[in-house]
C-alpha cells in the first residue's frame, strides 16, 4: 500500500482540475492585475472570475467583499489588526475571544494587547464548545471585536456563530470568525452566519497553499494589513497572487458542486474508524463535540503513549498523521485547546489528530488501525505508567 495521507488539514493534494487550471494559467503568461494594458486587462478577468467563484462557495452576494490574501494566517491577521486599530475610536480597546483559538488569532490579540488593547478569553465546555451567554457577559462598553473561529482545527467543534452573532449585533459589536478549517468543508453562508468578517484559505478545500481570503461586510471599517499599491479595492497592497487564485476559483467552483458527496463520503470514513477502533486499541478518549463538529477530523487521546512518538512510527510505515495543529508542530506544550477542555495533560500529550480526505479509502483506515495498534503495543509496552495501570 502506498503512502497515506490522514493529515489533511495541514496539505490537501491539488485535484487535477485545479492543476490544469493552474497550469493552463501559467501559459497563458497573465500580465498584473493592476497593469493599464490588455495582459493587464486579461489578468483582471481571470481574478475576478475567480473572486466570484470564492463568493458563491460562501453565499456572499457581491463579490467585491472578498478580498484575496496569501493565506489563512494572513486573513486572520488582518481580520483582527485592521479591525481592532481601525475601530479603536475614543479609547476603546476591548476584544473578546475564546480559550481554544488558532495561534494566528492568540498571536495577533497578543500583538495588539503589546499596544494597549484589552483581551477577555471566554472558557469552552468539555467537548471544547463557547457558551454565548459568556461571550455576552464579556462585552462592555469598551468592546470593538468579538473574534471566535467557527470550527476547531485540533478537535472539530463547531461553534455556535449563528447565536453569537446575535449577540454581537444586538451590542454593536463587530464579530471576526476564523473558518479556515470550515470552509469548503462544510456549508458556509456568511449571510445566515451574520458574521462582520470571515477568514478562510484555499488548501483545505483541495486548492493551492499560499492563496486565501477574507470576508469584508459591505461598511466595516478595517485597515490594511499591507500598505502599497490600491490592489483588492484597496484593501491589500501587493500583486496579487494570481496562478494560485485561479487554481483557489476552480477549487471552490469544484468544493460547492461537491460538498454534499464529499461529506458523505469523508463521513463514511470517519465512522468507519470510531467503529473499528475499540478492535484495536482500548482506553483512549475521543475529544470534540459528537454533533457539532467537522466531517473529516477525529482527535483521540490514547492513555499512557506519547503522541509524537506515534507520528515518527505511522511515518516510518508511510502514514501522515499529527498531534495538533501543523503551525503548533514541535512544541513540547500540550495542546491549550485539549486543556482548555478539561483534558489531562498526559492525555493531551498522547493525542493524535486524524484528518479524512476524499483520496482516503476504507481500506487505508483498516491498514492505518493495523499499524497503530503495533505502535501504541510498542510504546505501552516500554510505559512505567501502563504496567503500574494494568497490573494494580
Partial sequence: ???????????????????????????????????????????????????????????????????FTSGGTESVNHAVKGIAWANAEKGKKHIVTSNVEHKTVIRSLRRLKMLGFKITSVPVDSYGRVNPDHVANAINDETILVSIMHSNNEIGTIQPIEKIAEITKDKNVIFHSDAVDSVGVVPIDVEKLGVDALSFASNPFYGPTGAGGLYIRSGLKIWPLLEGGVQENNRRGG????????????????????????????????????????????????????????????????????GESVVLMLDEENIAASTRSACASGSLRASHVLLSTGLEFADAQGTLVLTFGIDNSEAEIEHFLTVLKKAVDTLRAMSPLYKKTTHA
Avoid: W
Wanted: with cysteine; proline share 4%.
Fill in 239 to 306: 500583486a496579487e497572487n494570481l496562478i494560485g487564485i485561479i487554481g483557489m476559483g476552480v477549487a471552490a467552483d469544484l468544493a460547492l458542486k461537491d460538498m454534499a458527496s464529499r461529506i458523505n463520503y469523508i463521513k463514511t470514513l470517519k465512522e468507519k474508524f470510531l467503529e473499528e477502533l475499540p478492535r484495536y486499541i482500548d482506553e483512549y478518549i475521543i475529544n470534540g463535540h459528537p454533533e457539532y463538529c467537522l466531517p473529516n477530523l477525529v482527535s483521540v487521546a490514547i492513555k499512557y503513549i506519547e
Fill in 1 to 67: 500500500m502506498g503512502f497515506i495521507n490522514l493529515d489533511h488539514i495541514s496539505a490537501n493534494p491539488l485535484l487535477s482540475e485545479v492543476q490544469e487550471a493552474m497550469i493552463d494559467a501559467i501559459k497563458k503568461d497573465y500580465g498584473n492585475p493592476s497593469s493599464q494594458h490588455k495582459l493587464g486587462d486579461q489578468a483582471t478577468e481571470a481574478l475576478d472570475n475567480a473572486r466570484e467563484s470564492v463568493a458563491r462557495l460562501i453565499n456572499c452576494t457581491d463579490s467585491r467583499r472578498i478580498i
